[in-house]
């Protein structure tokens, strides 16, 4: 089933094959409705999907949503199954279903830590990591392995730092502002030095203040090689 | 029976006492069993989507000095240490710890890495073995690379020195000959990345049995099924011992070992329980041991992590002589850390440690060589005096035949379902041959081995003896 999926995957991206060309031209259309193809496929899409960009990108989105697998993936939402739930969030949020969100947002009150993870990378991965606003005084705790997951997914998909980013210097959940500081050293932005110093006088904490000292002489250093 | 009254009360104890032990060590078996399924399960799932890569761009992730101690290992020092080098992961650094070797190793690791002597001081946190010289290498490529020279003070000696020379927060202690798994480190750190309110102390990941497996370059290309008999029993019982026993110990955060060949742990904790203890030849479970008693005295929150994936390989034994004298150094070791730690023992203030795993410990690893020589003696003067029941004996044989057969086939099923390894039918195939044959040859053996370790420690026995080795895929020579 694999090689038959990764067939049809590299005739669809690799010819000018659109949706209803490839239903006609393949066997798309005698699987479409079995589950384990919809497994396969959706893995191969995303997959695909992580290793380009451009017209071919575009390309699978259309697939995923045209061919109903976008369904397959909002389905796994509605799961009593918390690995289904998390293979959802993760399929949709990666493959940018904005319309999954206020489904995934649900998920942060979840009982399983794993799902209410998993919600907020979604969240972050579909609108950026000002979404880091709806924990900021909740009890979710990131933890290192979150915080670096976040961190990449920000580089995958180039989502740039809002502006306002240092306002959740403010939170109350300091899993949060350990995440902004690391955030603002990970993309070297020296617009917020100003912020981060005059928080380092305020906060008393020993973990955020040794981020915050190494952070702020990184971005120091930086901005003393551009003058 | 023998119509004497008190010897056939004798004999009937016996009998019971036999039977209520193998029953025993059957239900403890077939609880960790069924714990370990629904723990590696669960890891599984929870792990299924994890992409490790994410470490590799962080800059976050846990500062790691990987700690080789090397003992005359010149023969193979040179493409070890290059293996070591070149592991995915981006915050580490490399200490090879060179015990006074009477071989070439520190002139072959100048030469091969382009070393320097260096002024780096050695401020001795833990108490060791005097340092001869630290060098470090004037190429670029290599400098993540540190080699300290010492004077022979053994291996646990040899691992406190790189834990003194160590400046970053974790440490992973490896023996130097291990072929690493690529994601090795970045599993291992993932516990530490997810520690909330209690504190990792320790990793440990399953070690697999490398010979005959297809190794260049120092990785690991293909898994083989060993031809040697003795390293074809030894790998079920790794999986035995890995995925079935350890798995649900760390479950039931019980876990009292963690293999010497491979782990992770947080420097701080480590020198604040004094570190490796050189008295012992069973240092690496003295050390969880004396880990885990120093965070409940301290009364910190803290866990011991185990990764069911298979990250380490290593070689075993393939000679009698050499099994015989690691077997020994086992019990030996086994022994000496239930003795230091004898408080342990059924102390509530020690929990699950106090009152499962450490008489565990004592009982079903400790003395069950011990019980099991004596019944077979006792089963003998039984035969010689004609007072045995031959039904009873052979029912009693075909039970434990069958239940060790069978729980060889569960740790093979469970390798097969999940990691499959192995992957020809040929290889399942030996090991089922191996499996059958173990009870009668291996087992045996393995029970001698302890039986000599016991008297070793009455004799005074000290130290490891010396493993001359010739490189993967040839034999290694004992030269004790």
């Known amino acids: 089933m694999q090689a038959k999926v990764d067939h049809m995957l590299f005739q669809f991206l690799f010819t000018s094959l659109n949706y209803e060309e490839l239903l006609r031209n393949s066997d798309f259309a005698l699987y479409q409705k079995h589950l384990l193809f919809q497994k396969i496929t959706v893995k191969a899409i995303i997959s695909l999907r992580n290793n380009y960009t451009g017209e071919y990108r575009l390309k699978l989105n259309e697939l995923y949503v045209e061919s109903g697998l976008v369904e397959y993936s909002m389905k796994k939402l509605n799961s009593k199954k918390w690995s289904d739930n998390v293979e959802g969030i993760r399929d949709l949020s990666n493959m940018n279903v904005q319309k999954a969100y206020s489904k995934i947002e649900q998920f942060l009150n979840h009982k399983n830590n794993m799902v209410r993870t998993e919600a907020i990378l979604g969240m972050i991965r579909l609108k950026g990591i000002g979404e880091l606003n709806s924990i900021a005084n909740s009890d979710i705790y990131l933890d290192d392995w979150t915080q670096s997951n976040i961190l990449y997914i920000l580089q995958e998909n180039k989502i740039e730092l809002p502006s306002d980013l240092v306002d959740l210097l403010n939170s109350k959940n300091l899993s949060v502002v350990l995440l902004v500081i690391r955030a603002i050293k990970y993309f070297n932005s020296k617009e917020h030095i100003k912020s981060l110093s005059d928080y380092a006088d305020s906060t008393s904490d020993k973990k955020i203040t040794t981020e915050l000292v190494q952070t702020l002489k990184k971005l120091n250093e930086s901005n003393n090689q551009a003058l | ?480």
Not at chain 2, 199 to 208: L, N, S
Not at chain 2, 444 to 473: C, D, H, L, S
């Open chain 2, 1 to 480: 029976m023998t119509g004497i009254k008190s010897l056939d009360i004798a004999i009937l104890i016996f009998n019971y006492f036999v039977l209520f032990f193998a029953i025993s060590v059957m239900l403890s078996y077939i609880i960790l069993a069924i714990i370990s399924a629904t723990s590696l399960k669960s890891y599984l799932r929870r792990n299924k989507y994890v992409n490790y890569d994410v470490l590799l761009t962080a800059e976050n992730t846990p500062h790691i000095s990987l700690i080789a101690p090397a003992y005359n290992e010149g023969l193979t020092i040179r493409e070890n240490v290059q293996s070591l080098l070149a592991i995915k992961y981006n915050n580490f650094d490399v200490i090879v710890v060179n015990d006074g070797s009477k071989d070439e190793s520190v002139a072959i690791l100048i030469s091969a890495f382009d070393l320097v002597k260096s002024e780096l001081d050695y401020h001795a946190q833990i108490p060791t073995k005097d340092v001869k010289a630290i060098y470090t290498s004037t190429n670029p490529t290599f400098s993540k690379l540190k080699v300290v020279d010492k004077y022979n003070g053994g291996k646990a000696d040899a691992l406190n020195t790189g834990i003194n020379i160590s400046k970053n927060p974790y440490i992973v202690c490896i023996d130097v000959d291990c072929i690493m798994d690529k994601d090795a480190l970045l599993k291992l750190a993932k516990p530490f990345m997810e520690q909330s309110n209690k504190r990792i102390i320790a990793t440990g990941g399953v070690i697999r049995i490398a010979n005959n497996c297809v190794i260049k370059a120092g990785k690991l290309v293909d898994v083989k099924a060993p031809d040697n008999f003795l390293a074809k029993v030894q790998v079920i019982e790794y999986l035995r011992a890995f995925i079935l026993g350890r798995m649900a110990w760390a479950k039931m955060d019980g876990l009292l070992i963690i293999s010497g060949a491979f782990g992770m742990f947080d420097r701080e904790i480590v020198v604040n329980a004094g570190g490796y203890n050189p008295k012992t030849v069973g240092e690496d479970m003295e050390l969880i041991v004396r880990m885990r008693r120093f965070m409940i005295e301290q009364k910190q929150p803290y866990a011991v992590q185990y990764i069911p994936d298979p990250l380490c390989w290593t070689e075993v034994p393939e000679t009698y002589s050499i099994l015989r004298n690691q077997r020994s150094r086992w019990t030996r070791g086994t022994a000496e850390t239930l003795w230091m730690h004898r408080k342990m023992l059924f102390n509530p203030k020690y929990k699950i440690l106090g009152f499962i795993s450490f008489p565990y410990w004592l009982i079903y690893e400790y003395l069950a060589p011990i019980i099991e020589l004596t019944g077979l003696l006792i089963t003998i003067l039984f035969v010689f005096l004609g007072i045995i029941n031959w039904t009873y004996f052979i029912l009693f044989f075909l039970l434990v035949y069958s239940f060790a057969l069978m729980f060889s086939m569960l740790a093979l099923f469970a390798e097969e379902s999940t990691y499959r390894r192995y992957k020809t039918l040929k290889d399942l195939g030996k090991f089922c041959i191996a499996a059958l044959i173990e009870p009668f040859i291996f087992h045996p053996f393995t029970v001698y081995a302890a039986i000599r370790g016991n008297w070793q420690i009455i004799k005074g026995t000290k130290g490891w003896g010396e493993m001359k080795r010739t490189g993967f895929n040839q034999p290694p020579t004992n030269v004790k």
